[in-house]
């Protein structure tokens, strides 16, 4: 059935410029019909425009679809570099911790060391106080014991020399007895001359 541009135009809901279009693509504009003004398109022309249309449509829709892609390609390569950007960051991150890491380590590691020698030094003073304290703890055992012996000899020869005083006494009173009064007064002075260390005048 032939039909007119604007006829086509109207069944297919597009503008006759579009139909215009087709018709140029196809190299139809020589091979129409004129009857009166208007321009009269065969079955085999409207099937050909047709066809081209949709096949017009279809690249309007790859190259949108096309367009799409191009952004999103774009944005994707921005979201990769931003994401690139991120991981060096996060190395640069990384490596800083683990330098602060390892130089944390070291200086745990250099206070265990100073405490431990610290450690060592004061376990090495305590046992010399204890070796001081053990040898003042003798001496002063040695001092108690001596001091106990003193004392024991002091009472010893106090004693002694009380009894020999008091024999030496008794010896002496039962010679002056014997004496006359005037000797014996001689002799007792003597007695105590000898026994105190000094005369009487």
Do not use: W
Not at 32 to 53: F, H, M, R, T, W
Not at 90 to 101: A, F, G, N, R, V
């Amino acid at each position: 059935m032939e039909m007119t541009i604007r006829q086509l135009a109207d069944e297919l809901s597009v503008s006759k410029s579009t139909i215009g279009r087709a018709i140029v693509q196809l190299g139809l504009q020589d091979k129409l019909c004129k009857i009166g003004n208007k321009y009269v398109l065969s079955e085999k022309q409207i099937l050909q425009i047709k066809l081209q249309l949709s096949k017009n449509d279809e690249e309007k829709t790859l190259h949108a679809s096309s367009k799409t892609l191009h952004k999103e390609e774009k944005s994707l390569h921005a979201s990769s570099k931003t994401l690139h950007k991120e991981e060096k960051s996060l190395q640069t991150i990384s490596k800083t911790l683990h330098e602060e890491e390892k130089s944390l380590q070291v200086n745990q590691e250099t206070q265990n060391s100073i405490l431990q020698e610290q450690l060592s030094i004061l376990n090495k003073q305590l046992a010399i106080k204890d070796h001081q304290i053990q040898i003042l703890q003798e001496q002063i055992g040695q001092l108690t014991t001596a001091m106990e012996s003193m004392a024991t000899a002091l009472t010893a020869a106090q004693a002694l020399h009380a009894g020999t005083i008091q024999k030496q006494l008794t010896e002496h009173s039962d010679s002056i007895e014997q004496l006359p009064n005037q000797e014996q007064t001689k002799q007792k002075k003597g007695i105590f001359s000898r026994l105190f260390g000094r005369k009487k005048n």
